[in-house]
């Protein structure tokens, strides 16, 4: 630019693009000051509740536990060592993937036309129906595993009905078992699929489903081509949410398993408050954050593979 050119510019009121160019990197300068201050209270408390923990349960697997509670300070794999040539903890892992697995898929099976139903519902009464749904979110799990324990039992609710009907005369074994884990979980878990579903079926468009109708498809066509397709992603999504939940509950494999049903959670309670073994529990926290890992590792290769998005 030319001292004419700059003059002219400078009375009409512009600025020389140095000048632009300064003013931009200052603002810039400014907003990501004003960001880092806005965000440093939630930074610091995420640290605070969260990463902190963590790095101190780290810290922790890597000491030495005793059988009287005693912890030495030191660095070592032992622990950890101890965890991976048990064949009952690698057990007590494979049973803690399968109830975690065996829950998401059923609650997705379960909660899939439901949300399906209210997400499409045009009643006037559709609010009403969305929080019936997700009532029992009210309710304690631990009230709700006492209630499958009452229901499940040898005297309860269904072997009474299916005696009383003559289709049995022995109780069946639902409850201290992995089958009533894995049905009070299914319940008690529904509620969170099926609202990751309806906020993951926004994709669902009738109009698409009027036009494969209208070129000749019939409902289960439309469905398979259409449908399933579109709402994959909220299946998917409310699947990894149900898994990731229940391999970390506690109370209801505690209670509705009878000490007959040994997860990854019970092991660590019972090392960190039954046996004061800290490193061998944060150990096994360790692990189950892999297996966190692993699964959340897995649902985005499955993603990827689909070609669909989140």
């Given at each position: 630019m030319?001292a004419?050119?700059?003059?002219?510019?400078v009375?009409?009121?512009?600025?020389?693009?140095?000048?632009?160019?300064?003013?931009?990197?200052?603002s810039?300068?400014?907003?990501?000051?004003?960001?880092?201050?806005?965000?440093?209270?939630?930074?610091?408390?995420l640290?605070?509740?969260?990463?902190?923990?963590?790095?101190?349960?780290?810290?922790?697997?890597?000491?030495?536990?005793?059988?009287?509670?005693?912890?030495?300070?030191?660095f070592?794999?032992?622990?950890?060592?101890?965890?991976?040539?048990?064949?009952y903890?690698?057990?007590?892992?494979l049973?803690?993937?399968?109830?975690?697995?065996?829950?998401?898929?059923?609650?997705?099976?379960?909660?899939?036309?439901?949300?399906?139903?209210?997400?499409?519902?045009?009643?006037?009464?559709?609010?009403?129906?969305i929080?019936?749904?997700?009532?029992?979110?009210?309710?304690?799990?631990?009230?709700?595993?006492?209630?499958?324990?009452?229901?499940?039992?040898?005297?309860?609710?269904?072997?009474g009905?299916?005696?009383?009907?003559?289709?049995?005369?022995?109780?069946?074994?639902?409850?201290?078992n992995?089958?009533?884990?894995?049905?009070?979980?299914?319940?008690?878990?529904?509620?969170?699929?099926?609202?990751?579903?309806?906020?993951?079926?926004?994709k669902?468009?009738?109009?698409?489903?009027?036009?494969?109708?209208?070129?000749?498809?019939?409902?289960?066509?439309?469905?398979?081509?259409?449908?399933?397709?579109?709402?994959?992603?909220?299946?998917?999504?409310?699947?990894?949410?149900?898994?990731?939940?229940?391999?970390?509950?506690?109370?209801?494999?505690?209670?509705?398993?009878?000490?007959?049903v040994?997860?990854?959670a019970?092991?660590?309670?019972?090392?960190?408050?039954?046996?004061?073994?800290?490193?061998?529990?944060?150990?096994?926290?360790?692990?189950?954050?892999?297996?966190?890992?692993?699964?959340?590792a897995?649902?985005?290769?499955?993603?990827?593979?689909?070609?669909?998005?989140?």
């Amino acid at each position: 630019m030319t001292a004419t050119q700059a003059i002219r510019t400078v009375a009409q009121g512009e600025h020389p693009p140095l000048q632009r160019s300064a003013e931009e990197r200052r603002s810039r300068t400014r907003q990501r000051r004003t960001f880092w201050l806005l965000a440093a209270p939630a930074i610091l408390g995420l640290f605070g509740s969260f990463v902190a923990p963590l790095l101190y349960m780290v810290r922790m697997a890597f000491n030495r536990g005793s059988s009287d509670g005693v912890i030495e300070e030191t660095f070592t794999l032992d622990t950890f060592a101890r965890a991976v040539e048990d064949p009952y903890y690698w057990k007590v892992t494979l049973d803690t993937f399968l109830m975690g697995l065996t829950v998401a898929v059923l609650c997705v099976i379960v909660a899939y036309p439901i949300a399906l139903f209210l997400m499409r519902s045009q009643s006037r009464f559709k609010s009403v129906l969305i929080a019936l749904a997700i009532a029992p979110l009210l309710t304690s799990a631990v009230v709700r595993t006492y209630g499958w324990m009452v229901i499940l039992g040898g005297g309860g609710l269904i072997n009474g009905t299916l005696i009383d009907l003559g289709l049995i005369t022995i109780p069946l074994q639902l409850a201290n078992n992995f089958t009533g884990v894995i049905i009070g979980l299914t319940e008690i878990f529904m509620p969170y699929a099926i609202l990751a579903m309806m906020s993951g079926f926004g994709k669902l468009d009738p109009r698409l489903e009027e036009a494969a109708g209208s070129l000749g498809a019939n409902r289960i066509r439309t469905f398979l081509k259409v449908t399933l397709p579109l709402s994959l992603p909220g299946a998917l999504a409310a699947g990894l949410l149900v898994f990731v939940l229940a391999i970390s509950t506690f109370v209801t494999p505690r209670l509705l398993g009878g000490g007959a049903v040994r997860v990854l959670a019970t092991e660590i309670y019972d090392q960190a408050t039954g046996l004061i073994n800290w490193p061998f529990a944060a150990a096994l926290s360790i692990l189950l954050l892999l297996l966190f890992g692993a699964m959340i590792a897995g649902y985005q290769a499955l993603v990827r593979k689909l070609g669909i998005d989140r």
